[in-house]
């Protein structure tokens, strides 16, 4: 008799940080953030509010942006970047 295995669920609304199996690709975007040079880096408070409105938007599944497929932690991190999903949501 075999065992059926239940489906895995999709992290919906969860950054990288928060999926435990990702360990290795959360230390490579984790990496790739502490390699912006400062100029081009967002402060901690500025990445924190925005990660905040992506855990919320229903674009966010598996720690990527639906609608660009980017890592949101790391778009987060880039000063210069804006949310793909609302012009001016951040």
């Known amino acids: 008799m075999s065992e059926i295995m239940p489906e895995k669920k999709p992290y919906k609304r969860c950054l990288l940080s928060q999926m435990p199996e990702e360990g290795e690709l959360q230390k490579l975007i984790a990496e790739r953030i502490a390699l912006l040079p400062d100029d081009e880096k967002a402060d901690e408070a500025v990445q924190k509010e925005r990660l905040s409105v992506c ?36």
């Open 55 to 90: 855990q919320a938007c229903d674009k966010l599944v598996n720690g990527t942006c639906g609608l660009c497929g980017c890592y949101v932690e790391l778009r987060a991190a880039k000063k210069r970047m804006a949310c793909p999903c609302v012009p001016g949501k951040w």
